[in-house]
C-alpha cells in the first residue's frame, strides 16, 4: 500500500513506556505541589491513567481544588517524572527506530502523553527531523476529551503532513480505535509488553516491530 502519511503512537511504539509506579509517585507530586498533604490513595491512583475531565472534577471537589489549576500541577509533575526517566536512561528509543528513515512518505507522532514530554523526546534522542508533524496533549482538561481515541490529534497531523491515505501505528486499541474514526489503516504492533495481547477490535495490520512497517510502505 501507497501511503501518503504514516504517523505514529509514542509510547510503547517509538520509546519505551513509562513505569506506573513512576507515573503513580508524579500523581502524589500534584497533590503535594498543591499544599494537599494526605490523599486518599483511590484519589491518587484516579490521577495516573485513563483519566477524564468529570473524574479530575470529582477528586478536586474532595479538596476544594480547582481542576484546571491541579491537572496543570498533574501535567507538569508527569512531564518531570519522565524527563528524569530518559535522563537516567529508563526510558528509551527502541532499537529499530532508525529504519522509520527507509520509509519515502512523511511521518508524524500522535500521543495521548504532553505535548512537553513528546517534544523533550524527540530532542533529547535526537530524531526531530524524522517527523513532520507531532502532537501531544496540551495541559488543559478539555485535552483529555480530544485524546485517543478521539481522532482530533491525528486529523491535526495529517493536515500538516497534507495526507488524505494513512497508516497509524500503535500498540493500544484506543491506537487503532482513534485510527478507525480519522477513517485511516492501522497497524498493532507488538512491542513485548504487547506480544500475547488479546484484541477485541481488528487492526489493518498486525506486526511485530518497525522493521515491518517499512516494509508495508515499500
Request: negative net charge.
Given at each position: ?19 506506573y ?50 491537572w ?10 519522565q ?7 529508563r ?14 512518505a ?28 507531532a ?15 478521539n481522532?482530533?490529534?491525528?486529523d ?38 504487547r ?6 477490535v481488528?487492526?489493518?495490520?498486525d ?12
Amino acid at each position: 500500500m501507497v501511503y501518503d502519511a504514516v504517523v505514529f503512537d509514542n509510547d510503547g511504539v517509538l520509546v519505551g513506556r513509562t513505569s506506573y509506579d513512576v507515573l503513580h509517585e508524579a500523581a502524589w507530586d500534584a497533590f503535594d505541589a498543591l499544599s494537599v498533604a494526605d490523599p486518599d490513595p483511590d484519589h491518587v491512583e484516579s490521577m495516573v491513567v485513563g483519566v477524564t475531565p468529570e473524574g479530575v472534577e470529582s477528586v478536586c471537589s474532595a479538596y476544594d481544588l480547582s481542576p484546571a489549576e491541579f491537572w496543570t500541577a498533574r501535567d507538569r509533575t508527569a512531564f518531570e517524572a519522565q524527563r528524569r526517566e530518559v535522563r537516567a536512561g529508563r526510558k528509551s528509543l527502541y532499537d529499530d527506530v532508525d529504519v522509520l528513515r527507509d520509509i519515502a512518505a512523511p511521518l508524524g507522532i500522535v500521543s495521548s502523553n504532553q505535548q512537553e514530554t513528546v517534544d523533550f523526546m524527540l530532542d533529547h534522542f535526537g530524531v526531530s527531523d524524522l517527523f513532520g508533524a507531532a502532537y501531544g496533549r496540551e495541559p488543559t482538561l478539555e485535552s483529555l476529551t480530544r485524546k485517543k481515541p478521539n481522532s482530533h490529534y491525528i486529523d491535526r497531523a495529517l493536515g500538516d503532513l497534507d495526507a488524505e491515505t494513512a497508516l497509524f501505528v500503535g500498540d493500544n486499541e484506543s491506537d487503532l480505535r482513534a485510527a478507525d474514526n480519522a477513517g485511516i489503516d492501522s497497524a498493532f504492533i507488538r512491542r513485548p509488553h504487547r506480544e500475547e495481547y488479546d484484541l477485541s477490535v481488528t487492526p489493518t495490520y498486525d506486526v511485530q516491530d518497525l522493521h515491518d512497517v517499512a516494509a508495508l510502505c515499500r
